[in-house]
């Protein structure tokens, strides 16, 4: 009799083309998305070794890093170093035949983590890489999916396969009714409070649980998103109802007989009831509310309706100097309470929350109101897609008329690594 696996344990065994020792295999990739900032290097290893790309269609790559927001048509990157790093991007793209380049004034250019589910290239049971720890998103959908260093970039570039340490295995269930008014992040974020930032390390998380189940795909988009915000190589979700129409939606390449065998393979992917974990965590979302992080690390946070903790209640040493280190950041204190702190910049965006789904959601907050005098208030939608269907749907006019400012897709303020500076 087999013994019971896990979703990972499933998905590890499908790839593992060879067992390289007791903790590392040699893994199958199934797709690579690259962006101008991690792949420049990865990509002059290539040329020097004179090896090529292995499979040119199985890389997306995108200029989402560095580009500016600014609305302005056509798009321009004005700084000369950030231009060379688009320009080389679609370079290296021509030279070793990689076809799938959204470029700067791309119709569906966006942040990589939203592109690439949207353009349906990620599916249940694949491995995906990238390389940004973001990548963790696209569990959402089934896949083993994770963020990777600029060398292990190379070794994918040229042979579609990575040396792969193997984590261990942590589940996380989540049970109860999230209580109107609090969202899947603040589902991550309990999560991240619950654990701690390090409570993931060396862990692929799998969630379960009736909370779970309840989440949109693009709710679950955001959980598994966050998870590597806790330290973990990746976020798993069993891949049900949801997650297949998801997919069927927007991967518009299946035959009906790919379809079919798809559906029968998909089926097999979720753990076995009596599958092992190293670990496992229950949590209750029932009284969770909006939470807000009052420190510098997004484990350190409260609910709207609760102050910030005494320093006292840290009993961990590290947790205690991060904790004073945060308030002393932020200009706060043990005691103070979240609600009634002044706003002085509101961002909607990233590749956590930019999708449309999110936007619909906060233009229905919105509707009637207006940003209050002396703050600046900015969206972005996650893509150049999104952008375009919110003002379709009359959302982009709702964020314009409540004075924030409707800009273009890209990773924006989350890294100022561009014209987005606060």
Same mark, same amino acid.
């Given at each position: 009799m087999s013994k019971s696996k896990t979703l990972f344990e499933k998905i590890l065994e499908t790839h593992t083309i060879k067992t390289l020792d007791k903790d590392n295999v040699l893994l199958y990739v199934d797709a690579h998305f690259a962006n101008e900032y991690t792949s420049p290097q990865a990509f002059s290893g290539v040329e020097n070794r004179k090896c090529g790309v292995f499979s040119p269609d199985s890389h997306?790559? /995108?200029?989402?890093?560095?580009?500016?927001? !600014?609305? !302005?048509?056509?798009?321009? @990157?004005?700084?000369?170093?950030?231009?060379?790093?688009?320009s080389n991007l679609e370079k290296n793209c021509q030279i070793f035949g990689i076809k799938a380049f959204y470029g700067t004034n791309d119709p569906y250019q966006g942040v990589e983590h939203v592109l690439m589910?949207?353009?349906?290239?990620?599916?249940?049971?694949?491995?995906?890489?990238?390389g940004d720890s973001h990548t963790t998103t696209h569990g959402a959908l089934g896949a083993l999916a994770f963020g990777i260093g600029t060398s292990e970039i190379e070794h994918v570039l040229a042979t579609s396969t990575l040396v792969y340490r193997v984590p261990k295995k942590m589940l996380v269930r989540i049970n109860g009714t999230l209580p109107e008014g609090s969202t899947a992040k603040d589902m991550?974020? =309990? /999560? *991240?409070?619950?654990?701690?930032?390090?409570?993931?390390?060396?862990? $692929? %998380?799998?969630?379960?649980?009736?909370? /779970?189940?309840?989440? !949109? /795909?693009?709710?679950?988009? =955001?959980?598994?998103?966050? =998870?590597?915000?806790?330290?973990?190589?990746?976020?798993?979700?069993?891949?049900?109802?949801?997650?297949i129409q998801w997919v069927k939606e927007h991967a518009i390449d299946f035959t009906p007989e790919d379809w079919n065998q798809a559906l029968e393979y998909w089926a097999t992917l979720k753990s076995d009831p009596d599958a092992e974990?190293?670990?496992?965590?229950?949590?209750?979302?029932?009284? %969770?509310?909006?939470?807000?992080?009052?420190?510098?690390?997004?484990?350190?946070?409260?609910?709207?309706?609760?102050?910030?903790?005494?320093l006292d209640t840290f !009993?961990?040493?590290?947790?205690?100097?991060?904790?004073?280190?945060?308030?002393?950041?932020?200009?706060?204190? &043990?005691?103070?309470?979240?609600?009634?702190?002044?706003?002085?910049?509101?961002? @909607?965006?990233?590749?956590?929350?930019?999708?449309?789904?999110?936007?619909?959601?906060?233009?229905? %907050? *919105?509707?009637?109101?207006?940003?209050?005098?002396? #703050?600046?208030?900015?969206? #972005? &939608?996650?893509?150049?897609?999104?952008?375009?269907?919110?003002?379709?749907?009359?959302?982009?006019?709702?964020? $314009?008329?409540?004075?924030?400012?409707?800009?273009?897709?890209?990773?924006?303020?989350? *890294?100022?690594?561009?014209?987005?500076? *606060?």
């Open positions: 997306l790559c /995108v200029v989402d890093h560095i580009i500016p927001s !600014t609305p !302005t048509t056509p798009r321009v @990157i004005h700084d000369p170093a950030s231009a060379l790093q688009a589910d949207e353009q349906g290239i990620v599916r249940p049971g694949m491995v995906v890489i990238c991550a974020l =309990t /999560v *991240l409070r619950t654990i701690s930032a390090r409570g993931a390390l060396g862990h $692929i %998380v799998e969630y379960q649980g009736e909370a /779970v189940d309840a989440l !949109t /795909v693009e709710g679950r988009m =955001t959980l598994c998103n966050l =998870t590597v915000e806790a330290g973990s190589r990746g976020a798993l979700i069993a891949p049900d109802e949801k997650a974990y190293d670990r496992v965590v229950d949590i209750d979302i029932s009284n %969770v509310t909006p939470m807000v992080t009052w420190g510098t690390s997004p484990d350190q946070v409260v609910g709207i309706n609760e102050v910030i903790p005494e !009993t961990d040493p590290v947790a205690r100097t991060a904790a004073e280190r945060g308030l002393s950041y932020q200009g706060l204190k &043990p005691g103070d309470s979240m609600a009634g702190i002044p706003i002085n910049h509101v961002y @909607i965006g990233s590749c956590t929350n930019a999708r449309l789904a999110d936007l619909r959601a906060a233009a229905n %907050v *919105l509707k009637g109101h207006k940003v209050a005098p002396g #703050v600046r208030a900015q969206v #972005v &939608p996650g893509s150049m897609w999104t952008r375009r269907q919110a003002e379709k749907e009359g959302i982009a006019q709702i964020f $314009i008329d409540a004075g924030f400012e409707w800009r273009m897709s890209g990773c924006a303020l989350c *890294l100022a690594m561009n014209d987005d500076l *606060l």
